[in-house]
């Protein structure tokens, strides 16, 4: 079965850091573009950051740039996004997906919700 499971989300004060974490089964993440994108309520889906599956290049929107990073690590099928500097409206539920080319989405898992707040 071919699945993307996130993780590592929760509560953070503005400042702080999580590490989300995006798990694949049933298939293998080698030489495949990975996304990440949030949606907050109320608000359309953005394209956080990307992972282009032939030679790793990374992109970012403008909002994240210099806070988040994203990494793939192929021996364990799991793609990570590390946010640092976190703000509230970085408030929203994350999800990784497949993609043809960055910020085009395929499938994606069932997401993990970040909430920055004090």
């Known amino acids: 079965q071919v699945q993307l499971v996130e993780s590592g989300g929760g509560l953070v004060q503005p400042g702080g850091s999580l590490r989300l974490s995006c798990a694949a089964s049933?298939?293998?993440?080698?030489?495949?573009?990975i996304n990440w994108f949030r949606q907050a309520p109320g608000k359309e889906r953005e394209g956080v950051s990307c992972?282009?599956?032939?030679?790793?290049?990374?992109y970012y929107t403008d909002s994240v740039e210099g806070r988040f990073t994203i990494s793939r690590d192929n021996a364990k099928n799991t793609v990570y996004l590390q946010m640092n500097n976190l703000k509230p409206e970085d408030t929203a539920v994350y999800y990784c997906a497949t993609g043809k080319l960055c910020f085009e989405y395929d499938f994606w898992g069932q997401g993990t919700q970040v909430t920055v707040s004090s």
């Open positions: 049933g298939f293998t993440l080698d030489y495949v573009t």
């Open positions: 992972s282009v599956g032939f030679d790793g290049s990374a």
